[in-house]
């Protein structure tokens, strides 16, 4: 779309916050602004003087999310380069076969503000998250496509799932379309074998499932899980679909069971069993993993690999002292679980909970369960999910391996 430019004008404290490095600029650091909503903004010091150029929110507390900061105003170039390094990235992965799945876009950490863009096979799904990348959506598109094709990829279905709650800070509605092409549902996906992790396949609904349909973020956590798996007993709990479970079976795991509240989840999780030849080891209960997890604990069950991986504990910072408390709860109960020797692996997804307050929360947990905790690996998200340095907001996944 032609974009109209307007501008804002920070105040002496947005100023020094852009320039330490911070892309968002909240509405308290914003002097003045002219600009319609979604469109892109010169940026201007007090004193006038150039600063870049941003995306303008006329709602959100986040007013304005930098684009750039050179003087050329950015045009459709830009937003190519943007999406053809987007897509390069995905390329140097491996993670771009014919019916592979990825994130091929990860908002500001991207270069695309507010935009998510996950490839799943000849689909691509979209979720949009700000005014700006509302505005921006279908020029951002036709780059990333014509991007893909560059590297002889094509999708032929695009579902546009904005639903997510955040667009209600940019008074935004939700939305869930097909811009173009076969509804594809539900729909196959693969993991091709890549370093010794053998191939997987499995099923995903892109308008039903949660996120875009699957939790990409975990993929290379749950490859690493299956390294412990053989001959083991093991628990994924929170499994939703099922996919630590049915890697660890495929890596020679004995038998899994996995816990989940969502019964659509855990059918899944059975039919992904079946397609992958491992449904003979698989059990699953649907349950509320917490309570479940101390039934099973005092019942004298024990595992070799425990996953844990629940839904995030903190909305917001005012929630953190609770969320804290519920994982060293649940982690109590994981290790509880664990046999002698055996490997933890527990997972927060909550942004406002640091790295270093979890890694305590599960120390915590090992002091009260008297389990010499040994963490030899904390990682975050899968490499197709980028985190942007100058953005400590995009880091959210934490994924500690623990032999206690
Ligand atoms: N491990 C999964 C992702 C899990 S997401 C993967 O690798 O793909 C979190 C899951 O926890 C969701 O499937 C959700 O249905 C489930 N969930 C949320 N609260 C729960 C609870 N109290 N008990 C059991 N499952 C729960």
Redesign the pocket.
């Known amino acids: 779309m032609a974009d109209a430019t307007g501008q804002a004008t920070l105040t002496g404290r947005g100023r020094r916050r852009l320039l330490g490095g911070h892309p968002w600029i909240y509405a308290d650091d914003v002097h003045a602004a002219e600009a319609e909503p979604g469109a892109l903004v010169r940026l201007l010091a007090p004193d006038e003087a150039p600063l870049g150029w941003a995306l303008f929110s006329s709602k959100s507390r986040i007013a304005l999310r930098l684009v750039s900061r050179a003087s050329a105003e950015p045009d459709e170039t830009l937003w190519r380069a943007r999406a053809h390094a987007a897509v390069a990235h995905r390329r140097a992965l491996g993670w771009l076969g014919a019916r592979d799945a990825c994130r091929l876009v990860g908002g500001d950490a991207d270069g695309f503000p507010g935009l998510v863009v996950d490839r799943y096979a000849d689909a691509l799904v979209l979720q949009s998250g700000c005014q700006g990348s509302d505005r921006h959506r279908d020029l951002w598109l036709a780059c990333l496509e014509a991007a893909l094709a560059e590297a002889g990829l094509a999708a032929t279905s695009v579902l546009d799932r904005s639903d997510s709650a955040t667009r209600a800070h940019e008074e935004l509605d939700k939305r869930v379309e097909w811009l173009r092409g076969e509804r594809l549902e539900p729909l196959e996906v693969h993991e091709p074998a890549q370093d010794g992790v053998p191939a997987l396949a499995y099923e995903v609904s892109l308008t039903e499932g949660?996120k875009t349909g699957?939790?990409l973020d975990?993929r290379e956590n749950?490859a690493h899980a299956a390294r412990f798996a053989a001959g083991a007993r093991v628990l994924?709990?929170?499994?939703?679909?099922g996919?630590?479970g049915i890697r660890a079976a495929l890596a020679g795991a004995s038998e899994v069971l996995c816990?989940?509240?969502?019964q659509e989840?855990l059918e899944r999780a059975l039919r992904n069993a079946e397609r992958n030849g491992v449904a003979g080891k698989l059990r699953i209960a649907k349950?509320?993993?917490?309570h479940d997890l101390r039934a099973r604990a005092e019942a004298g069950e024990r595992y070799g690999l425990v996953?844990v991986?629940?839904?995030a504990f903190a909305r917001s910072r005012r929630e953190v002292e609770g969320a804290l408390r519920g994982y060293r709860e649940l982690n109590r109960r994981a290790l509880a679980l664990l046999e002698p020797g055996g490997v933890l692996v527990s997972a927060s997804c909550s942004h406002n909970v640091s790295r270093g307050e979890f890694l305590d929360a599960l120390a915590s947990a090992s002091l009260d369960e008297s389990r010499e905790a040994r963490i030899f690996r904390c990682a975050g998200a899968a490499p197709d999910h980028p985190v942007l340095a100058t953005l400590p907001e995009s880091e959210y996944l934490k994924c500690a391996f623990v032999r206690a």
């Open positions: 949660h699957h939790y975990q749950r994924d709990a929170f499994s939703y679909d996919l630590f816990i989940d509240q969502s989840a349950a509320n993993a917490m996953v991986d629940p839904p």
